[in-house]
T-cell receptor, first 114, second 110 residues
Framework: GAGVSQSPSNKVTEKGKDVELRCDPI?????LYWYRQSLGQGLEFLIY????????KSGLPSDRFSAERTGGSVSTLTIQRTQQEDSAVYLC????????????FGEGSRLTVL | RKEVEQDPGPFNVPEGATVAFNCTYS??????FFWYRQDCRKEPKLLMS???SGNEDGRFTAQLNRASQYISLLIRDSKLSDSATYLC???????????FGSGTRLSIRP
């Protein structure tokens, strides 16, 4: 499809395991954002990429979280040694340029840490 | 204080009613403002931009008050399909900082 694609859509893991979440942005979109949303809560900003570089990593909650983007396209969010409080929906969004009005969101990856 | 604050609701109004809610922001350097809509267990989608002069899109009107640092969304003649969470979005700084409010839940009853 032509939209933002995220995988897996659902992930259940045990506390202490590592997980990788993938985001495939819309082709040609240079800006990519990761957010997370806990049940009934708003969107918490995690990290922003412009091309392959991440000028703003201020939202990553701890050093267990990391993200990379390669080829100006696919991005991977990695959570090491998952904790129960990491359980949330992780949303990826892309836009044509930095700060452009419309963010296009993927359907999210729902992470449950047991 | 949160950078972007919204009344969480829920607002429960009858079909056909007019409903309005506000969103306040703390950073006066904020540059751009938007309203997004999020249906239950779905991803957010852009509803409309918010301009200083105000803008209207059908039954929806958005306004910005820079002096008081708030934006508003007015929905006229509400429909059942308007039931959703409405997220206020503020962009400031280098424009890489896109901050979402926690959302206002709206429920339209028949």
């Amino acid at each position: 499809g032509a939209g933002v694609s995220q995988s897996p859509s659902n992930k259940v893991t045990e506390k202490g395991k590592d997980v990788e979440l993938r985001c495939d942005p819309i082709s040609g979109h240079t800006a990519l954002y990761w957010y997370r949303q806990s049940l009934g809560q708003g969107l918490e900003f995690l990290i922003y990429f412009q091309g392959n570089s991440a000028p703003d990593k201020s939202g990553l909650p701890s050093d267990r979280f990391s993200a990379e983007r390669t080829g100006g396209s696919v991005s991977t969010l990695t959570i090491q040694r998952t904790q129960q409080e990491d359980s949330a929906v992780y949303l990826c969004a892309s836009s044509l340029e930095q700060g452009v009005r419309e963010l296009f969101f993927g359907e999210g990856s729902r992470l449950t840490v047991l | 204080r949160k950078e972007v604050e919204q009344d969480p609701g829920p607002f429960n109004v009858p079909e056909g009613a007019t409903v309005a809610f506000n969103c306040t922001y703390s950073n006066s350097a904020s540059q751009s403002f938007f309203w997004y809509r999020q249906d239950c267990r779905k991803e957010p989608k852009l509803l409309m931009s918010v301009y200083s002069s105000g803008n209207e899109d059908g039954r929806f009107t958005a306004q910005l008050n820079r002096a008081s640092q708030y934006i508003s969304l007015l929905i006229r003649d509400s429909k059942l399909s308007d039931s959703a969470t409405y997220l206020c979005v503020v962009i400031y700084g280098s424009a890489s900082k896109i901050i979402f409010g926690s959302g206002t839940r709206l429920s339209i009853r028949p």
